[in-house]
């Protein structure tokens, strides 16, 4: 339950790590001592010929090159800036009305807006020849704990609207999606009506209290053919309303993404709150600034969604664009049974595949027969695991097997 | 304070295994009591030397000594394992008080007990622990045990003028008369003491469907088979020109007496010795049926339900490894194979059953 809405814009320093789980080489541009400014390329890094850049996010100076933890748990390079609290930044060109699908695509490769919702099935924001869906998810789809936040929605709802059709008229799609919740407040799904009028933009109404991976059957009624782990195989650009209105703040007023929204929650906290943020700040910081940790004595720190996200042993990350949720909560023994063979995740599995069969066929270490069940098919949505009423986890099994088979 | 990790997904359901388990035991002992309370308050022939409280009695004796010895025996079991850990807390017992009552339940009101007893035995110690417990066997322990002492102990478990062996009887030619209330109120010489009261049973099959203890996909499946099937046959068998009502008493006999109801609800949709995905069950499920009605009206058995779930226990393996996918293609494909099957099986059992097939293959034969 969010209670609050914070800013913590001005950290002493900011880390910006050189490398994520994609790119793995980066070429620094600045040296230690120099001075930069908000928006200034300090970096790039390189996924094969895709280039994107790391821009700094405070004005001020370089300081040094740390190798800490980043926030998938891995080792990397951070350069660290130290902020003057100037906030001078650098000009970028803003477009008006009519921004072709180029200049659109040219802005998010040269602010580095490619990863911004990577939880689930969201993919990166690339453009190619193959692209050609554009779906927009407003709330949390297959998230059971993780409440929207509709005031953004409410407050944003022109901006959210024209960042859906500059990201539609960047993948050169014909109409744009935008997934709802049937049961959002009146006043957010009546303010996001208004602003997709006379857009491209349809509205895709679903029960969000239903875990069934609607957002998913959705998109493949959309492509009518078998989905990819990663959806821009099949032509579809997926993300969040938070990328979308990066977006349209990008294009159309020049800010480079410097700023995030992030939801701190779970009982590990004093207070749940949803933070204004710098990218690039410490998490640590921000547990200092609503107080600190409750008094628990085993917690765990879970970054993303619950599904999908990912799990950390240390707290000592820096916070980056692709964050949107934090959740510190007390640890849980949940206790494994045996598989009682209900057939729930066979049901529930959104890709068709059958995930207990799956994790039968990898216990008894039958690769042909992982083969002959189409596990490749399957995109971690983690929908299986949420329905076992043993709570096993099958897809780590699946996991597993994916892994065998190659 | 520390951080522990684990792999994600972190959360899950409210759904649990041992949940699940509960409620299948109340709605066991609501069963079980129920069934006590018929007893007591049944109408026993004059003649006879014994009173509705004698049969009520033997009936709660029967259940409570096959609980008290299943659990004997997973005790006995676990000793011998050295992991007693289990039965700290009353989660461990309840899954050997179901399979004690679902025994006792299935067993006539004849049985001695020393049969009881040893059906316990087989079901428990050969059905159940020797796969490995609870998640692991391939066939249902409850009718292990029950195939045994019925296949044993023929004798002592004799019974005369069960409502299902007045319909074959009555196929072959005799005239009976069934009173609809009376079979509704479980006034009849049952098969098995859990079996009777069909109004509490429904309430109950009503009751798991809506906690998804049971799957309705196999056992609404199965009553409508042996609904499509027993109404094809009677249709065949004893239409009279707008007449209707044998043929209803044949469909009713066969529903509601007989182990039907009482398999739907407790044994069919175990789900650990049935198969996992919609397709699967759903042809778990019309085999089944169709099977329990080839042995009802071919064989020689009255009761062909516990045959026909062992020998769907037995396919589950085989029909599991055929499925690679689950989309509406072949969902739909597995309803059309299965309804034609029904269907085709129902007029081949009716001209059986009336020896006409002899008569209709001739005529087939002549066409070619």
């Known amino acids: ?406 | 304070m520390k951080f522990i990790t684990k792999k994600p997904p972190i959360v899950m359901n409210s759904q649990r295994t041992y949940k699940k388990l509960f409620t299948l035991h109340f709605a066991l002992i609501v069963v079980a009591i129920g069934t006590v309370v018929i007893k007591a308050l049944s109408k026993v022939p004059e003649t006879a030397t014994y009173t509705s409280l004698d049969l009520a009695f033997k009936a709660l004796a029967m259940l409570v000594l096959a609980s008290v010895f299943s659990v004997v025996i997973e005790i006995f079991y676990a000793l011998s394992e050295k992991n007693t850990q289990k039965f700290e807390s009353y989660k461990g017992f309840v899954d050997p008080i179901n399979t004690g009552l679902l025994i006792a339940l299935l067993l006539p009101s004849t049985t001695p007990f020393y049969v009881l007893a040893l059906a316990v035995f087989v079901g428990v110690y050969i059905g159940k622990l020797v796969f490995g417990g609870y998640g692991f066997y391939i066939f249902n322990p409850a009718l292990v045990g029950v195939l045994f002492a019925n296949i044993s102990f023929n004798a002592q478990l004799a019974l005369t003028n069960t409502p299902l062996e007045l319909l074959k009887r009555a196929i072959g030619g005799e005239s009976i008369t069934f009173k609809t209330a009376e079979l509704f109120l479980g006034n009849y010489n049952e098969i098995a003491i859990g079996s009777t009261s069909v109004i509490l049973l429904a309430l109950i099959f009503i009751y798991l469907l809506v906690t998804r203890v049971i799957d309705f996909r196999i056992s609404g499946t199965f009553l409508i088979t042996v609904l499509v099937i027993t109404f094809g046959v009677g249709y065949i068998n004893f239409y009279a020109p707008g007449d209707f009502s044998v043929v209803l008493s044949y469909v009713l006999v066969n529903m509601i007496t007989g182990l039907t109801v009482f398999g739907a609800v407790f044994l069919i949709s175990e789900s650990v010795s049935s198969p996992t995905t919609r397709e699967t069950k759903i042809i778990y499920a019309v085999v089944i049926g169709v099977f329990m009605m080839m042995v009802r009206t071919l064989g020689s058995q009255t009761e062909g339900l516990v045959f026909a779930i062992l020998f769907g226990n037995m396919i589950t393996p085989l029909i599991n490894r055929t499925v690679k996918r689950s989309n509406a293609k072949m969902l739909v494909r597995t309803v059309i194979a299965c309804v034609v099957i029904v269907l085709l099986v129902t007029v081949a059992l009716g001209l059986i059953v009336q020896s006409r097939l002899p008569e209709v293959a001739a005529i087939v034969g002549g066409a070619f």
Request: charged fraction near 25%; charge should be negative.
């Open chain 1, 1 to 406: 339950m969010i209670t609050e809405y914070r800013t913590y814009l001005n950290p002493k320093k900011v880390y910006l790590p050189l490398t994520d789980t994609q790119s793995k080489i980066a070429n620094v541009l600045v040296e230690v001592g120099d001075e930069v400014l908000i928006g200034q390329k300090v970096a790039e890094k390189y996924h094969g010929r895709v280039k994107s850049p790391i821009l700094s996010t405070v004005s001020g100076e370089v300081v040094g090159f740390e190798e800490r933890m980043d926030r998938y748990g891995k080792l990397t390079d951070h350069i660290v800036i130290e902020n003057d609290q100037k906030n001078n930044t650098i000009p970028y060109p803003t477009y008006s009305e009519k921004a072709t699908s180029g200049q659109v695509r040219k802005v998010i490769s040269e602010m580095g807006l490619t990863k911004i919702a990577i939880d689930g099935l969201y993919t990166d924001l690339r453009f190619d020849a193959k692209s050609k869906f554009v779906v927009v998810n407003s709330i949390f789809v297959n998230e059971p704990f993780l409440s929207t936040d509709y005031d953004f929605v409410t407050q944003n709802s022109e901006a959210i609207a024209d960042g859906i059709d500059l990201l539609n008229t960047a993948a050169n799609g014909k109409t744009a999606y935008v997934i709802v919740d049937k049961y959002m407040p009146a006043e957010a799904m009546e303010e996001l009506g208004k602003a997709i009028v006379d857009k491209n933009i349809e509205l895709i109404i679903i029960d969000a209290k239903k875990l069934k991976g609607q957002d998913y059957k959705f998109i493949k009624s959309l492509v009518k053919e078998t989905l990819h782990f990663d959806l821009l195989e099949n032509g579809v650009i997926y993300t969040r309303v938070q990328a979308v209105k990066m977006i349209h703040d990008a294009v159309r007023n020049g800010t480079p993404p410097t700023t995030r929204q992030v939801s701190l929650t779970g009982d590990g906290l004093p207070v749940n709150a949803v933070y204004n943020v710098r990218i690039g700040t410490l998490f640590a910081e921000l547990v200092e600034d609503l107080g600190s940790y409750t008094e628990v004595e085993n917690m765990t720190l879970h970054i993303g969604s619950f599904l999908s996200g990912i799990e950390l042993e240390n707290d000592d990350f820096a916070i980056t664009e692709s964050v949107d949720a934090i959740n510190v909560a007390e640890y849980r023994l949940v206790e494994e049974d045996v598989c009682i063979k209900c057939g729930d995740c066979n049901d529930v599995c959104p890709a068709g595949i059958l995930p207990q069969n799956i994790m039968d066929a990898e216990i008894r270490n039958l690769s042909s027969r992982i083969v002959e069940l189409n596990t490749n098919e399957c995109v971690e949505c983690g929908l299986c695991t949420y329905v076992c009423p043993s709570k096993i986890n099958v897809l780590e099994w699946v996991r597993r097997g994916k892994r065998r088979v190659g």
